[in-house]
């Protein structure tokens, strides 16, 4: 069942000391030495978007890679370096990042640390039956672009020298985030109605299934914290069964094993369950590839999923 998920002691005493051994370096600087606004963000997601928004006035890095999963994560002492030697952190917040709250309240005492996803009003969020906010706001291209925002103004607040610039950048990626969501809505549009069930490994999915018509079943519950039982694998291959869904999904940052267990589950009651595929859920594809951009790795997904559910895939 359900965690509640606990602040990590551990981690602010390694912190403090951290903290602390920063401090004797002197002075926060206002940009790094080629004079760049020096911005770390904990998933990718964030960081190429700002990438593009910033352009030239920004040096952006984020802590978390492919394949890693930002529910579980906790920070490591480089990662502490990394967040003390910024000038602006940005992190996506509603409980995504749970293990470095701690990290997020200290070195926000000391510099703009922001939680972009926290600027979305609560109406548009969902939530589970606990009442747990669902963080994986990415989703949702017009949420996203809310977080986007705030991120933004955030950098014109501190450098408002180029506030034009970023505003003209935002604009334009806008524009492309705009295009991608129409592509979608005509590509997942196509795929019949009683198809339209997306079974994941996590509930990951909850705003793209909303954006675009398509239910949603997790295994796992929004966070990969949450326990697996042989009822959700079950309950699952009864609406694969139910709806003769062919196929089901991995995510790129969580095991594979209880989505093998549902295909092969399916597989003993007669029902022929494919692979569609893995899908970017929590991280995003390897820098320098399509898939390690937020564009693409949307548009990865997207087209995974059309074909799959559409039968085509292998
Ligand atoms: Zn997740």
Redesign the pocket.
């Known amino acids: 069942m359900r965690k509640l998920r606990k602040g990590i002691v551990l981690a602010g005493l390694l912190l403090s000391l951290l903290v602390f051994a920063a401090c004797s370096n002197g002075e926060k600087d206002d940009g790094n030495a080629d004079g760049k606004i020096n911005v770390v963000t904990t998933i990718a997601q964030i960081a190429e978007p700002i990438s593009i928004i910033g352009g030239d006035h920004v040096a952006v890095e984020s802590l978390m890679g492919p394949g890693v999963?930002?529910?579980l994560y906790k920070a490591t002492q480089g990662d502490i370096k990394k967040l003390e030697g910024s000038d602006i952190v940005f992190y996506s917040g509603l409980n995504?990042e749970g293990n470095m709250t701690e990290a997020f309240t200290r070195i926000g005492s000391k510099k703009p640390v922001l939680g972009i996803s926290e600027s979305i009003p609560t109406e548009k969020l969902l939530t589970d039956e606990d009442g747990a906010i669902d963080?994986?706001v990415w989703f949702d291209i017009e949420l996203w672009k809310t977080s986007l925002e705030a991120a933004t103004e955030e950098l014109k607040k501190f450098a408002p020298e180029y506030a034009d610039e970023f505003d003209a950048n935002k604009e334009s990626y806008f524009k492309m985030l705009d295009e991608l969501l129409a592509e979608s809505k005509d590509k997942l549009a196509q795929i019949p109605e009683g198809k339209r069930v997306l079974v994941t490994a996590?509930?990951?999915f909850g705003y793209f299934g909303r954006a675009y018509n398509i239910e949603v079943v997790g295994l796992q519950g929004?966070?990969?914290e949450d326990e697996i039982g042989i009822t959700d694998i079950d309950d699952t291959i009864n609406i694969l069964m139910e709806y003769k869904i062919p196929a089901v999904f991995v995510e790129s940052s969580i095991n594979q094993n209880s989505i093998k267990a549902v295909i092969e589950g399916a597989g003993k009651q007669g029902l022929d369950v494919k692979l569609g595929g893995e899908l970017y859920?929590?991280a995003m594809g390897d820098a320098g590839t399509e898939e390690g951009t937020y564009l693409g790795m949307y548009k990865h997904n997207v087209n995974t999923i059309h074909k799959a559910l559409l039968g085509e895939g292998n």
């Open positions: 999963d930002p529910h995504l963080p994986h996590h509930d990951a929004l966070s990969t859920s929590d």
